[in-house]
Protein backbone atom coordinates (compact mmCIF):
# COMPACT_ATOMS: atom_id res chain seq x y z
CA UNK A 1 0.00 0.00 0.00
CA UNK A 2 1.21 3.63 -1.07
CA UNK A 3 -0.36 6.49 1.14
CA UNK A 4 -1.51 9.23 -0.52
CA UNK A 5 -0.75 13.04 -0.52
CA UNK A 6 -4.29 13.13 1.29
CA UNK A 7 -2.74 11.17 4.18
CA UNK A 8 0.46 12.95 4.42
CA UNK A 9 -1.04 16.32 3.13
CA UNK A 10 -3.78 16.16 6.01
CA UNK A 11 -1.52 15.38 8.82
CA UNK A 12 1.01 18.57 7.84
CA UNK A 13 -2.61 20.71 7.54
CA UNK A 14 -3.10 19.16 11.10
CA UNK A 15 0.16 19.67 12.59
CA UNK A 16 -0.45 23.35 11.39
CA UNK A 17 -3.55 24.36 12.73
CA UNK A 18 -2.37 22.72 16.24
CA UNK A 19 0.54 24.87 16.02
CA UNK A 20 -1.15 28.36 14.88
CA UNK A 21 -4.83 27.92 16.06
CA UNK A 22 -4.16 29.57 19.78
CA UNK A 23 -5.37 32.53 18.56
CA UNK A 24 -8.18 31.93 16.68
CA UNK A 25 -9.55 29.79 13.53
CA UNK A 26 -6.53 29.71 11.30
CA UNK A 27 -7.26 31.06 7.60
CA UNK A 28 -6.96 27.86 4.85
CA UNK A 29 -4.66 30.44 2.63
CA UNK A 30 -2.40 30.74 5.44
CA UNK A 31 -2.10 26.97 6.21
CA UNK A 32 -1.63 26.43 2.04
CA UNK A 33 1.34 29.31 2.31
CA UNK A 34 3.19 27.43 4.99
CA UNK A 35 2.44 24.36 4.12
CA UNK A 36 3.30 24.69 0.13
CA UNK A 37 -0.16 23.20 -0.32
CA UNK A 38 -2.76 24.19 -2.94
CA UNK A 39 -5.61 25.80 -0.91
CA UNK A 40 -8.26 23.65 -3.28
CA UNK A 41 -6.81 20.95 -2.02
CA UNK A 42 -6.71 21.89 1.39
CA UNK A 43 -10.01 22.49 0.92
CA UNK A 44 -11.30 18.79 0.09
CA UNK A 45 -9.22 17.41 2.89
CA UNK A 46 -10.36 19.86 5.55
CA UNK A 47 -14.15 18.91 4.65
CA UNK A 48 -13.68 15.38 4.96
CA UNK A 49 -11.61 15.88 8.44
CA UNK A 50 -14.46 18.21 9.16
CA UNK A 51 -16.75 14.51 8.71
CA UNK A 52 -15.01 12.45 10.64
CA UNK A 53 -14.89 14.75 13.49
CA UNK A 54 -11.20 16.17 13.60
CA UNK A 55 -11.72 20.11 12.07
CA UNK A 56 -14.04 22.69 12.93
CA UNK A 57 -14.68 25.94 10.48
CA UNK A 58 -16.23 29.12 11.62
CA UNK A 59 -17.50 31.40 8.28
CA UNK A 60 -16.90 34.89 8.50
CA UNK A 61 -13.99 37.64 8.79
CA UNK A 62 -12.65 35.86 12.14
CA UNK A 63 -13.56 32.66 10.39
CA UNK A 64 -11.16 29.87 9.46
CA UNK A 65 -10.76 26.20 10.93
CA UNK A 66 -9.43 24.72 14.45
CA UNK A 67 -8.92 21.29 15.73
CA UNK A 68 -11.85 19.69 16.88
CA UNK A 69 -10.19 16.86 19.39
CA UNK A 70 -6.98 17.69 20.86
CA UNK A 71 -3.22 16.88 19.19
CA UNK A 72 -3.13 13.95 21.70
CA UNK A 73 -6.61 12.46 21.18
CA UNK A 74 -5.71 12.01 17.01
CA UNK A 75 -3.56 9.02 15.92
CA UNK A 76 -1.57 9.12 12.34
CA UNK A 77 -3.62 6.00 11.70
CA UNK A 78 -6.91 8.47 12.55
CA UNK A 79 -5.78 10.53 9.89
CA UNK A 80 -5.16 7.73 7.45
CA UNK A 81 -8.83 5.86 8.29
CA UNK A 82 -10.34 9.26 7.26
CA UNK A 83 -8.82 10.53 4.36
CA UNK A 84 -7.57 6.80 2.51
CA UNK A 85 -10.40 5.18 0.29
CA UNK A 86 -8.75 1.72 1.23
CA UNK A 87 -6.67 1.07 4.07
CA UNK A 88 -5.67 -2.43 3.68
CA UNK A 89 -2.28 -3.96 1.65
CA UNK A 90 -4.43 -5.81 -0.88
CA UNK A 91 -8.17 -6.01 -1.53
CA UNK A 92 -8.71 -9.07 0.02
CA UNK A 93 -7.45 -7.76 3.50
CA UNK A 94 -10.37 -5.99 3.29
CA UNK A 95 -12.52 -8.97 3.25
CA UNK A 96 -13.82 -10.85 6.45
CA UNK A 97 -14.44 -13.85 4.92
CA UNK A 98 -11.54 -16.28 3.88
CA UNK A 99 -13.37 -16.44 0.57
CA UNK A 100 -13.14 -12.58 -0.92
CA UNK A 101 -14.09 -13.28 -4.75
CA UNK A 102 -11.22 -10.38 -5.18
CA UNK A 103 -8.55 -13.45 -7.03
CA UNK A 104 -8.55 -16.57 -9.05
CA UNK A 105 -7.13 -17.94 -5.98
CA UNK A 106 -10.51 -16.76 -3.36
CA UNK A 107 -11.27 -19.29 -1.20
CA UNK A 108 -7.80 -21.06 -1.45
CA UNK A 109 -5.47 -18.26 -0.88
CA UNK A 110 -3.11 -18.92 1.55
CA UNK A 111 -1.72 -15.77 1.51
CA UNK A 112 -4.57 -14.08 2.59
CA UNK A 113 -3.68 -14.26 5.88
CA UNK A 114 -0.32 -12.68 5.78
CA UNK A 115 -1.74 -9.25 4.09
CA UNK A 116 -4.62 -9.11 6.62
CA UNK A 117 -1.83 -9.22 9.40
CA UNK A 118 0.25 -6.63 7.59
CA UNK A 119 -2.50 -3.98 7.10
CA UNK A 120 -3.10 -4.65 11.18
CA UNK A 121 0.21 -4.19 12.22
CA UNK A 122 0.95 -1.10 9.78
CA UNK A 123 -2.34 0.45 11.19
CA UNK A 124 -0.76 -0.40 15.15
CA UNK A 125 2.13 1.09 14.49
CA UNK A 126 -0.08 3.95 12.90
CA UNK A 127 -2.25 4.41 16.11
CA UNK A 128 0.99 4.72 17.99
CA UNK A 129 1.97 8.15 16.78
CA UNK A 130 -0.43 11.27 18.09
CA UNK A 131 -0.50 14.03 16.05
CA UNK A 132 0.97 15.77 19.21
CA UNK A 133 4.36 13.40 18.89
CA UNK A 134 4.78 14.78 15.18
CA UNK A 135 3.74 18.35 16.90
CA UNK A 136 6.68 18.02 19.18
CA UNK A 137 9.14 15.92 17.27
CA UNK A 138 8.64 19.09 14.69
CA UNK A 139 9.44 21.68 17.48
CA UNK A 140 12.72 19.37 18.00
CA UNK A 141 13.82 19.71 14.59
CA UNK A 142 13.45 23.52 13.70
CA UNK A 143 14.93 23.96 16.99
CA UNK A 144 18.31 21.78 16.01
CA UNK A 145 18.25 23.25 12.60
CA UNK A 146 17.94 26.73 13.98
CA UNK A 147 20.58 25.99 15.77
CA UNK A 148 22.75 24.35 12.93
CA UNK A 149 21.87 26.96 10.95
CA UNK A 150 23.50 29.42 13.81
CA UNK A 151 26.87 26.92 14.04
CA UNK A 152 27.93 27.39 10.29
CA UNK A 153 27.32 31.02 10.43
CA UNK A 154 30.52 31.47 12.61
CA UNK A 155 33.71 31.16 11.21
CA UNK A 156 36.07 27.86 11.71
CA UNK A 157 38.33 29.66 14.16
CA UNK A 158 35.34 31.55 16.05
CA UNK A 159 35.90 30.64 19.87
CA UNK A 160 33.11 28.95 22.07
CA UNK A 161 32.51 32.56 23.56
CA UNK A 162 31.86 34.55 20.49
CA UNK A 163 29.17 32.52 19.24
CA UNK A 164 25.56 33.38 19.47
CA UNK A 165 23.26 32.45 22.67
CA UNK A 166 21.00 29.96 21.87
CA UNK A 167 17.66 31.56 21.73
CA UNK A 168 14.81 28.91 21.38
Excluded at 12 to 29: E, F, K, Q, W, Y
Excluded at 71 to 89: H, K, W, Y
Excluded at 119 to 133: H, I, N, Q, T, W
Aim: hydrophobic residues 35%; glycine residues 6%.
Amino acid sequence: MRLTTRSRYGTRMLIDLALHCNSGPVNIGDIATRQKISKKYLEKLISELRKAGYITSKRGPHGGHSLAVAPEEITIGDVVRALEESCALTECAECVSPVCGVCSQAGECVTQTIWIEASKVMFEKLDSYRLSDLINNSQTIVSESKRARRSSELSPGAKESERPADID
